[in-house]
């Protein structure tokens, strides 16, 4: 390919800062020149027209810039833009010979002040970019994870949460309907999802969020960090009462006492950060049955039995435990129905005695 190239000044300041910014920002040189080569293209294209044949060249020592306009060598010119006759190619490119590509810069009088524009259009969306970018990898690893977040402001049944380096909101529908904060208050709070858009990261926030319960656990018990106790499954209805099920994979290790603590020390760091809200840690087992009775602790059960495939249970209780195995409103035969995944029958003694009496039932969905 041959061409003819005009002298030029070079442009060391934008190297400089180039090199700056890939030594602060770590973002590749080459990288931003290259988006400034692209940006200046489209801005010469508009000028010349959308053709195909033209290139700029942005050389990335001096700075210095050239925009070309590529033609191929043709006995008989068809179309001006993309071809150049041999006779006038043979007087500009002595030796050029048909189907050869000659390289005319067309480099405008006015493309410093352009080249200036775009570059500096281009480093600042390029930084943006890569600003955004960091700050998505560094919040995605924090997603189905907790996070720490000072209260700003409430506006409009919202909270405004800093988490360090932006802001998130707590929506009312991931609020507990108990809880109220101060600005200024630390919350913790449990990503459900971190969201890539043109704004930047958007994170999505919960303080109902069952996991919440979960990942609380998993900080304060050192048990369940070694791996040594397993949290099976969590069943909650924020702000008033959760049931964990653990699972001790040592036969020397209780799995309910390491997630209590000495003097209940570790549940009660729970309990605090989450308000108050009653949390019931019971033992999972392989066997359904002896699950379903453990899920409806504080309540003794008498018997439970169990269907697998319809993934049903009928219990018996004590009479005077009937009350307490259902819950105030059902809730404690509905979270252990959650819990298990079983659908549960709950009947008291007498009851189960009577088969004309009507059932107590819950659905665990």
């Not at 991931?174 to 101060?182: C, L």
Request: hydrophobic share 35%; glycine share 6%.
């Amino acid at each position: 390919m041959k061409k003819t190239t005009t002298p030029q000044k070079g442009n060391p300041e934008l190297i400089e800062a180039l090199n700056a910014i890939e030594k602060e920002k770590d973002i590749s040189k080459s990288i931003l020149l290259e988006a400034i080569e692209n940006s200046l293209l489209a801005a010469c294209k508009n000028q010349f027209g959308k053709s195909d044949n033209i290139r700029v060249s942005l050389d990335n020592v001096t700075g210095e810039f050239h925009v070309y306009q590529d033609k191929e060598v043709v006995e008989e010119v068809e179309d001006e833009t993309l071809q150049m006759s041999l006779t006038e190619a043979e007087v500009k490119y002595p030796g050029t010979a048909v189907g050869e590509t000659v390289s005319i810069e067309v480099t405008p009088k006015n493309f410093g002040r352009i080249a200036a524009q775009k570059a500096k259009q281009v480093v600042v969306q390029k930084i943006r970019e890569e600003e955004r970018k960091v700050l998505f990898d560094q919040y995605y690893t924090k997603e189905r994870d907790i996070v720490t977040g000072i209260v700003q402001r409430y506006s409009n049944g919202n909270y405004n949460i800093n988490l360090g380096k932006m802001d998130a909101i707590l929506t009312s529908q991931e609020q507990v309907e108990s809880e109220q904060f101060a600005p200024r208050e630390r919350i913790k709070l449990y990503v459900t999802e971190v969201r890539d858009t043109t704004r930047g990261p958007r994170i999505i926030i919960s303080r109902t969020h069952p996991e919440l319960v979960k990942r609380l656990f998993e900080y304060e018990v050192a048990e369940i960090q070694s791996g040594v106790v397993e949290i099976r499954n969590v069943s909650r209805e924020a702000g008033s009462r959760s049931k964990i099920a653990v699972y001790s994979n040592n036969p020397d290790v209780d799995a309910v006492g390491a997630c209590v603590g000495m003097n209940g020390v570790r549940v009660n760091a729970v309990v605090e950060e989450l308000r108050g809200e009653k949390i019931d840690i019971v033992e999972w087992d392989e066997d359904p049955a002896v699950f379903i009775e453990h899920a409806l602790s504080p309540s003794k059960v008498i018997s439970v039995d169990v269907d697998i495939e319809e993934k049903t249970a009928k219990v018996v209780v004590p009479d005077f435990q009937l009350s307490l195995a259902i819950g105030k409103e059902g809730q404690n035969a509905r979270l252990a129905a959650r819990l298990t995944g079983y659908k549960i029958d709950i009947k008291s003694e007498s009851q189960s005695m009577e088969k004309s009496e009507p059932e107590e039932q819950t659905d665990g969905e």
